[in-house]
């Protein structure tokens, strides 16, 4: 019976009998100064703004007379004097009955449905597990796409970036990921996504099969900086649950660039300076926090196999927040607009593209294919030019015109879903493009 009644016991246990009060003591710029809470109060708090506004904000700064709070919504009616109630830290009570839902970045329903909290809160900023007792990465994973089954190999708790620009596919990639990659859960967090864009992506993009085993944790772009970045930090907080539960647990997280552009909004409010490119110097340690928190988990705990986006003007990877991430994570993919105008998903720079799985991943045999298929790759795309201007005469070099005819059986194959027999099919059918 306990078990039934918990989740009422924890909505119970989060009423408070008596709350602090501040007042608002100023408003502009974006924050909002509130004195009398500056004794009780700590950073990342959450407050609740006035009886007749209604709003709720996020502590970002304290000071001898006063603490700064970042509303969630606009100020419009706020008034000096206003009652500000101290609800305490930022926490989540995740729970099994959230898989296939949608919720905010505070763990209420979007979809219109009841929705349950589990029997114990956690800290939306955990630590991740300790780097001792964490095990290695773990097997390779089918994910429904050939290349990645072959030569981008995604294993069990592995941490990918995957960098690309707008419109270049990477959301049908997500939703390919979310549909057949191996994994017991799946959660996705939609980081400053454009409002519209959240029923195509779970009705469309995911479909039945990908909502029936995901949690979806959204935060729209007309949203407050703190909740788009609570949004990541949520995300992360329902796989560490289901982690702990022993289960694999896929995170999908779209995007960490704007998950940082919410952070430097907030940094800059409470007064922090602009350095990387505009960014705060805070920014390095929040990625690396949060990749961090993904990976293999320790002893009698699951893993997180993460895909972390990144948004790249003209595919620049040297910006702050691809550099970061890139430094940190186990591989990463490129998504190259020319590949994708020309008609080719996913449309996947093969040559600047790794995964770090490998050599350990793939049998002596599988690293030949791979390694044969990148010499090819690399051999037409440095010829291609002079191949199609008419300049280059074939048997003038062996290796481009073995690029030569076998590169419309590779291009095809880097489109390719795997066939039914997965990773050993994948395999099979790379063999055969390279005899060709």
């Known amino acids: 019976m306990a078990g039934i009644f918990a989740p009422l016991a924890q909505q119970l246990a989060q009423v408070g009998l008596s709350l602090p009060i501040g007042r608002v003591q100023s408003a502009g710029g974006g924050t909002v100064s509130v004195r009398g809470l500056q004794h009780v109060a700590a950073l990342g708090d959450r407050v609740r703004i006035g009886t007749g506004f209604g709003g709720a904000g996020e502590i970002i700064g304290i000071e001898a007379k006063n603490v700064t709070v970042l509303p969630d919504q606009g100020m419009d009616g706020l008034s000096i004097g206003a009652e500000v109630a101290l609800q305490g830290p930022s926490r989540l009570a995740p729970d099994e009955s959230w898989?296939?839902?949608?919720?905010?970045?505070?763990?209420?329903?979007?979809?219109?449905?009841?929705?349950?909290l589990g029997a114990e809160t956690r800290s939306l900023l955990a630590a991740p597990p300790a780097p001792g007792r964490r095990r290695r990465l773990g097997e390779r994973l089918c994910t429904g796409k050939a290349v990645f089954d072959t030569m981008l190999p995604i294993v069990r708790g592995q941490r990918i970036g995957l960098f690309a620009g707008s419109g270049v596919g990477k959301s049908s990639l997500l939703g390919n990921f979310a549909r057949a990659l191996s994994a017991d859960v799946v959660v996705i967090a939609l980081v400053g996504e454009r409002g519209r864009e959240l029923r195509d992506f779970t009705d469309d993009v995911l479909g039945l099969d990908g909502m029936m085993r995901s949690v979806v944790v959204a935060a729209t772009s007309d949203q407050s900086p703190a909740l788009r970045r609570r949004c990541a930090l949520t995300a992360m907080t329902v796989a560490e649950h289901?982690?702990?539960?022993?289960?694999?647990?896929?995170?999908?997280?779209?995007?960490?660039?704007?998950?940082?552009?919410a952070h430097r909004e907030i940094a800059l409010a409470a007064g922090e300076p602009p350095s990387l490119h505009g960014y705060p110097p805070s920014l390095q340690h929040a990625i690396m926090a949060l990749a961090e928190r993904a990976g293999p988990g320790g002893d009698g705990q699951g893993d997180i196999t993460a895909i972390f986006t990144v948004l790249v003007a003209g595919s620049n990877m040297e910006e702050p927040v691809a550099d970061i991430l890139r430094g940190v994570l186990d591989g990463h993919v490129v998504l190259e607009r020319q590949i994708a105008e020309r008609g080719r998903f996913p449309a996947i720079d093969l040559l600047r593209s790794v995964s770090r799985s490998l050599p350990v991943a793939a049998s002596e045999e599988e690293k030949t294919l791979i390694t044969r298929a990148r010499s090819v790759i690399a051999a037409w795309e440095r010829s291609e030019m002079m191949v199609q201007a008419g300049l280059y005469q074939r048997g003038s070099d062996v290796m481009i015109d073995q690029a030569i005819r076998l590169w419309p059986a590779l291009d095809s194959f880097l489109a390719e879903d795997s066939p039914t027999n997965g990773i050993t099919g994948s395999f099979e059918r790379l063999r055969q493009c390279l005899q060709e």
């Open 99 to 116: 898989v296939g839902r949608v919720i905010d970045p505070h763990g209420s329903p979007l979809d219109g449905r009841p929705l349950f």
């Open 242 to 261: 289901f982690r702990d539960k022993g289960k694999h647990v896929l995170l999908l997280l779209d995007s960490v660039t704007r998950f940082a552009e």
